[in-house]
């Protein structure tokens, strides 16, 4: 079964500097991988599809990068209103699963 | 827009079986390209893909769940549904449906559902 391992676990980053989040697929899902931002209450956002697809409303900030089995999320200037939760997922055509990574928490430094 | 709601027990204890509905609106199960699909989040933890069924009643669920989860649909009331039996305070989770369709990332969800395992 695919597994997808996200690090690091926790980043800390100030306000205004540049974040990077990987998440490793344990087998090629080619470009079919999101990423979803979680804040305390609500349900996931959808931020990225395609591996590098900016979803509807999604600032220019918010870039994925990557294919086959590594991939790469970067904020580019840390707003104070993106320090959440971030998963990625990926999206299989057959057998159809929808698995996540366990999650990065941005936190401010 | 589709909405998504999910209904159910919020309290169940364990070894018995927990059963979750959701109601979709503006859109009809039967006959759609679309899979229905829950994902829980325990809490304080992350996202946890539980599984997916088609309109026709095909289903997959992940690996670890298999041998405890049923998904079905019922297409004459729009709804679909999630059995987990032997439920521990694992299982104590928010669960969420959602609308999913193959090669592309969830495009809606429920508000989420809690469910607490416990006596």
């Known amino acids: 079964e695919m597994v997808l391992t996200q690090s690091p676990a926790t980043l800390s980053v100030s306000p205004g500097e540049r974040a990077t989040l990987s998440c490793r697929a344990s087998q090629s899902v080619s470009s079919n991988l999101a990423w979803y931002q979680q804040k305390p209450g609500q349900a996931p956002r959808l931020l990225i599809y395609?591996?590098?697809t900016r979803a509807s409303g999604i600032p220019a900030r918010f870039s994925g990068s990557g294919s086959g089995t590594e991939f790469t999320l970067t904020i580019s200037s840390l707003q104070s209103e993106d320090f959440a939760v971030y998963y990625c997922?990926?999206?299989?055509?057959?057998?159809?699963?929808?698995?996540f990574g366990q999650g990065t928490r941005v936190e401010i430094k | 827009q589709v909405q998504l709601q999910e209904s159910g027990p919020g309290l169940v204890k364990p070894s018995e079986t927990l059963s979750l509905t959701c109601s979709v609106s503006?859109?009809?199960?039967?006959?759609?390209?679309?899979?229905w699909g829950w994902i829980r989040q325990p809490p304080g933890k992350g996202l946890e893909w539980i599984g997916a069924?088609?309109?026709?009643?095909?289903?997959y669920y992940r690996t670890s769940l298999k041998s405890r989860v049923t998904m079905s649909v019922d297409t004459s009331k729009n709804q679909f549904s999630l059995k987990l039996t032997s439920v521990t305070a694992a299982d104590t989770a928010i669960y969420y449906c959602?609308?999913?369709?193959?090669?592309?990332?969830?495009?809606?969800w429920g508000q989420g559902t809690l469910v607490i395992v416990s006596s």
């Open positions: 069924v088609f309109y026709t009643g095909s289903a």
């Open positions: 395609g591996a590098s």
């Open positions: 959602t609308r999913l369709l193959t090669q592309r990332p969830v495009d809606y």
């Open positions: 503006a859109g009809s199960i039967s006959g759609s390209p679309y899979y």
């Open positions: 997922q990926q999206y299989n055509n057959w057998p159809p699963t929808w698995m």
